[in-house]
T-cell receptor
Framework: DSGVTQTPKHLITATGQRVTLRCSPR?????VYWYQQSLDQGLQFLIQ???????AKGNILERFSAQQFPDLHSELNLSSLELGDSALYFC???????????FGQGTRLTVV | GNSVTQMEGPVTLSEEAFLTINCTYT??????LFWYVQYPGEGLQLLLK?????DKGSNKGFEATYRKETTSFHLEKGSVQVSDSAVYFC?????????????FGRGTQLTVWP
């Protein structure tokens, strides 16, 4: 158990819909990262938050957004979903840069 | 920019065989290097890491040496077991930045047969 909790584990939704993925980092970790894992793109970094503030953006679509709350949990919002958004979405947390990142078990999103 | 290239899979081995998974990197600074493992249906787990040149990371019989001259971090294990079947990801974190994000290779699927 990495200590990072992601909910839900599985999500099936229709095209055009909006979903929210939730991540609770390890106790004490201030950094939260979101990654998307798909067969064609591999593991892609989406966005990072540190203590409530956005720190880095990767290949995140404009239809996607995220935030980190005062209790340090984070949510990834995906809207106007397309079939191609079907993927495994991972959250990771770390206590700081260049320290080990701990990954959650992921949320498998299927868009039908 | 930063990037990681690792050997394409899948890799299929018999139990007790020797394993090498090649990984090379491109980085603008002085990266930390990692190997993560993903077992079926699970998230990524850190297998080992090295934070500076010539460091050797090791764990569970796996090892990898940070080679700055060849920009490589190849994963090796002397005798694989069926339980090692998983996907292995090489990754780097730019040590010079304060961001901490990881750059991943595409992953190598390893299957070990009894």
């Amino acid at each position: 158990d990495s200590g990072v909790t992601q909910t839900p584990k599985h999500l099936i939704t229709a095209t055009g819909q909006r979903v929210t993925l939730r991540c609770s980092p390890r106790s004490g970790d201030l950094s939260v990262y979101w990654y998307q894992q798909s067969l064609d793109q591999g593991l892609q970094f989406l966005i990072q938050y540190y203590n409530g503030e956005e720190r880095a953006k990767g290949n995140i679509l404009e239809r996607f957004s995220a935030q980190q709350f005062p209790d340090l949990h984070s949510e990834l919002n995906l809207s106007s979903l397309e079939l191609g958004d079907s993927a495994l979405y991972f959250c990771a947390s770390s206590s700081g840069p260049n320290t080990e990142a701990f990954f959650g078990q992921g949320t498998r999103l299927t868009v039908v | 920019g930063n990037s990681v290239t690792q050997m394409e899979g899948p890799v299929t081995l018999s139990e007790e065989a020797f394993l090498t998974i090649n990984c090379t990197y491109t980085a603008t600074g002085y990266p930390s290097l990692f190997w993560y493992v993903q077992y079926p249906g699970e998230g990524l787990q850190l297998l080992l890491k090295a934070t500076k040149a010539d460091d050797k990371g090791s764990n569970k019989g796996f090892e990898a040496t940070y080679r700055k001259e060849t920009t490589s971090f190849h994963l090796e294990k002397g005798s694989v077991q069926v339980s090692d079947s998983a996907v292995y990801f090489c990754a780097l974190s730019d040590q010079g930045s304060t961001l901490g994000r990881l750059y991943f290779g595409r992953g190598t699927q390893l299957t070990v047969w009894p």
